[in-house]
């Protein structure tokens, strides 16, 4: 097995018994104050810190040479940057790859680039495990056992950027649809788009990530309040209050009325679109009347449909609907003034499609 070394952070500053911090955690301007006021160090170095561990990608202080001999050295004795091994990489006949990392703790976490063309997509795991429930998806089939923090999801995207480098390609686009709701988890995934953004750091455009939800209200009204501006996908996978609540248990939560009402007010950028995630599980919610009652719950809301075969996994009780009647409900949305896409099954032959990531 070949081993990549990637990136892994602890949640904020954190401190170990011995005061020892991780430098690599929090975003820049929280970084900031932490090196003014527990290091006595010009807000400056903060930003040479950040540039050499998200831009430059090192993560030995010793290596950093913009900074004198003497503050690595200071550095040396009160900070700690944790680096871990990727556990497993796989790769596809198509070149997708799969990475399986391990935390810290001994967890393990699933990441997925995906190339096409010219672009390559990351997708990015926000929880091990997952507490939604939804029963068409290995990783809720996990249960929940803890939220990734902010620094472990960044660290998924140092990952994914060694693993392109090496193929002569680079991370275009960032989608958070790994395992874990995204919103379940507000404040790290919300430290990790700080740190993603950071003009210092990684720099993503804004237009180049998405965030995905199942449809997490409290998330999302949070997420409007801030000033992002990223894409936004959520989780549907049916028109209709009770086959969502049956298949998706957080709609019992935040009924499909509240979600509506939250996605026509969530603020988006001009000739922005939310995309609608809908997986199409035979006899389920793939009928006609679906795709009707779909294109009119969405009316009036700037919106593009993906449409999603379920990639079947071990105990997994649906199946996914012919080619032929995928094409009739794709059709159908089609000439209710939708753009509709069939997202191709990539990665399914080592459980790295949708809806598949279970730790394997």
Known sequence: ?????????????????????????????????????????PKYRADQIFAWIHRRGVTDISKMTDLSKELREDLLQKARIQTLKAEKIRKTSDGVTKATVRTVDGHLVETVIIPEGDKVTQCISTQVGCRMGCGFCATAQMGFTRNLTAGEIVGQVSLGRQLAEKTGQRISNLVYMGM???????????DSLLILLDPHGQDFSTRKITVSTAGHVAGLQKLAEESFQINLAVSIN????????????????????????????????KRRRITVEYVLLSGINDSLEDARN???LFRGIPSKINLIRINPFSGCPYMPPSMEETERFQDSLRRAGYTVFLRKSRGAEIQAGCGQLASG
Do not use: K
């Not at 500053?13 to 301007?29: C, K, M, Q, R, Y």
């Not at 609540?245 to 988006?268: G, V, Y």
């Open 180 to 190: 874990g709701e995204p919103l379940d988890n507000y404040e790290s995934v919300r």
């Open 1 to 41: 097995m070949e081993e990549h070394e990637v990136l892994i952070m602890t949640e904020s500053l954190n401190e170990s018994g011995d005061g020892v911090f991780d430098p690599s955690a929090l975003p820049l301007e929280e970084l900031r104050t932490r090196c003014v006021s527990e290091l006595g160090l």
């Open 238 to 269: 049916s028109p209709t209050q009770e086959v969502r609540a049956r298949l998706m248990p957080i709609a019992r939560r935040w009924p499909l009325s509240e979600l509506m009402q939250a996605l026509r007010i969530f603020p988006l950028q």
């Open 294 to 296: 779909l294109a009119r």
